[in-house]
Each structure stands twice: as C-alpha cells, then as structure tokens.
Nanobody, 122 residues
Framework: VQLQASGGGLLQAGDFLKLSCAAS????????MGWFRQAPGKEREFVIA????????DSADFVKGRFTISRDNGKNTVYLQMNSLKPEDTALYYC????????????????WGQGTLVTVSS
C-alpha cells in the first residue's frame, strides 16, 4: 500500500490543523493506521493510532485531549485532527500502516508515507 500524507503548514500556538493520509494500492480497511512524528534532532515518536474498523484508538499522553484520529475506509483515507497546537508539536508528521496485531512501535509499521511538515510558532 502506498501512503500520501498532506495538510501540513505553518501555524501559531493555539491553532488547529487537519492532516490527511490517502492510501492507494490496497484497501485501507486491512490496516491499523498510525501517525508518528519526528522533530529536528529527535527520534521518531508515536502520536496516535486507529484500528482497522476505527473502533479503537490510542494516543501518546502528550496529545491526549488535543489530537484525534479518524478514518474513512470508503475513501481510503485517515485523518489527524490537531487542536490547541503548541510549538513543541513542530515536526514532520508521518502516517504509517501495519497489518495484524496492534502496536504503537514504529518498527512494527510496514508502510510509510513521505511525511508532512507542521510548524507551530509561539
């Protein structure tokens, strides 16, 4: 499956933004989908993920209450709604897909999009 993330931009603290991840090649409904991010000079970290049906999600503590993930399997697209953005949310955001069992570990995800840059100024 090929993934294409989009929607990044330059924001101010407190703004909101919605990222999209469009899949092609295979039905997205087969995959657990996750969003990860990598800030300059830091390792890639888990942000949030959603099960194949959309019935289960999990997120990192630093985004709980601010970020939500959703999916539209009919459109083969996953979304990341980011609210109350902070400067520390500045990073390259990647969407990723994995089959089978649940995981929040980047190493377990098989397919990756190219990343979309989110920059939040104070």
């Amino acid at each position: 499956v090929q993934l294409q993330a989009s929607g990044g931009g330059l924001l101010q603290a407190g703004d909101f933004l919605k990222l999209s991840c469009a899949a092609s090649g295979r039905a997205l409904s087969n995959y657990i989908m996750g969003w990860f991010r990598q800030a300059p000079g830091k390792e890639r970290e888990f942000v949030i993920a959603i099960s194949q049906s959309g019935g289960y999600t999990d997120s990192a503590d630093f985004v709980k209450g601010r970020f939500t993930i959703s999916r539209d399997n009919g459109k083969n697209t996953v979304y990341l709604q980011m609210n109350s953005l902070k400067p520390e949310d500045t990073a390259l955001y990647y969407c990723a897909a994995k089959g089978c069992t649940w995981s929040v570990r980047a190493q377990r995800y098989e397919y990756w999009g190219q990343g979309t840059l989110v920059t939040v100024s104070s």
